[in-house]
């Protein structure tokens, strides 16, 4: 059984669907038993970090995220899912996460590094599809092509304080983390839901860990 963290935002049936779609057996709850007593958890998220910071802990649902990571249950963020895990976000202002990878969330600097240069600013949100550059081998990348593509829609994205969390990387102005993980926290900035087959198979891996 793996166990979707409804906080009331979030693609929610639309990742609900997509683990389905892998023979994978849902529960999607708010329950705060359910979520400390879960095999393993999936925190998605869309919209803005403190949005989703807020409503994660205007339902008490922080502590059993804690509590369940902590004896080990492996959790995976999708998204805005994937920033909650680190410490902070300067997204419209300062907000904090979940505090269980260090690191800060930033927004995409779309100026030009050299201002004299005849380059395009960078559009943000960085939004399609691109390639995953995968920097160490992980359970989630059984069966995954190499430079796989999957589908980003995001203006912010992380900067862990420490390197060895960041499991695969992909370019868009810099070379920003697009899954990052340690023992048993894993998260995804791209959504796996609409990557089609590359999407499905990180989702399968994890749930199948």
């Excluded at 070379?175 to 959504?191: E, L, S």
Aim: charged fraction near 20%; glycine fraction near 10%.
């Amino acid at each position: 059984m793996l166990t979707i963290i409804d906080y009331g935002i979030g693609n929610l049936r639309s990742i609900e669907k997509a683990f389905q779609a892998v023979g994978i057996t849902v529960l999607r709850t708010d329950d705060i038993d359910r979520i400390a007593a879960a095999e393993k958890l999936v925190l998605p998220g869309v919209g803005a970090f403190g949005a989703c910071a807020d409503e994660v802990r205007r339902r008490n649902l922080e502590a059993p995220i804690l509590e369940a990571v902590d004896r080990g249950v492996p959790l995976l963020g999708v998204c805005v899912g994937m920033q909650l895990l680190f410490d902070e976000s300067e997204e419209l202002g300062q907000h904090n996460g979940l505090g269980l990878l260090p690191g800060r969330i930033v927004r995409f600097d779309n100026a030009p590094a050299d201002t004299n240069a005849p380059v395009e600013p960078l559009k943000v949100p960085h939004m399609g599809w691109n390639t995953l550059t995968l920097t160490q081998t992980s359970p989630l990348f059984e069966g995954l092509p190499p430079e796989a593509f999957v589908y980003f829609v995001h203006s912010y994205h992380a900067t862990p304080d420490n390197p060895a969390d960041i499991l695969a990387t992909t370019p868009y102005g810099v070379d920003f983390p697009a899954i990052v993980g340690r023992n048993n926290v894993f998260g995804v900035q791209f959504h796996p839901e609409k990557s089609q087959q590359n999407g499905l198979r990180i989702l399968k891996n994890f749930a199948l860990m």
